[in-house]
């Protein structure tokens, strides 16, 4: 009888997408990243962000994370939202809120932190969409996503 659950990490992974000078959106106007194939059937991710707020946002609004999933590569592909395969420019309708970050009014602000997502799908990534008030910081390198897969292993 196993006696031991121990978490298993794999190593972090960059995610492509553009968050330089992203337009603040209070339509669901925002940016997903390239999907991931998921086909080894990761059950368990955790991503890492470090995303820059701009000059002067506006106190009380927020960044949020949308998972997009889509099936594998059946023809068409069905993916969240209509979620293109790359690092493009999305309107969130339907696309389920994973994340939440509450910001404040101070210029360039970096938020960091991190969230997990179970069971993505054969395909899946991040949509972020905010709602500060103004552009995200201009420069590329102020923003990072990345992601972990975490398995679990039972001794």
Do not use: C
Request: charged content about 15%; overall charge negative; glycine content about 8%.
């Amino acid at each position: 009888m196993a006696n031991k659950i121990l978490a298993e990490h794999e190593a972090s992974a960059l995610m492509t997408i553009t968050l330089a000078s992203l337009a603040t959106s209070t339509v669901g106007v925002g940016r997903q990243s390239t999907l991931v194939d998921n086909t080894d059937n990761a059950q368990m991710l955790r991503i890492f962000f470090d995303i820059t707020t701009g000059t002067s946002p506006t106190v009380g609004k927020t960044i949020q994370f949308y998972l997009l999933s889509g099936d594998d590569a059946a023809s068409p592909n069905i993916i969240t939202d209509g979620a293109g395969a790359s690092d493009a420019g999305l309107t969130i309708a339907s696309a389920p809120l994973v994340f939440v970050v509450q910001t404040d009014a101070t210029s360039d602000k970096h938020y960091k932190s991190s969230f997990l997502i179970r069971n993505p799908g054969p395909y899946w990534g991040i949509a972020i969409v905010h709602d500060t008030g103004v552009n995200l910081n201009a420069t590329a390198g102020n923003h990072i996503l990345r992601y972990v897969v975490e398995n679990q292993e039972i001794q």
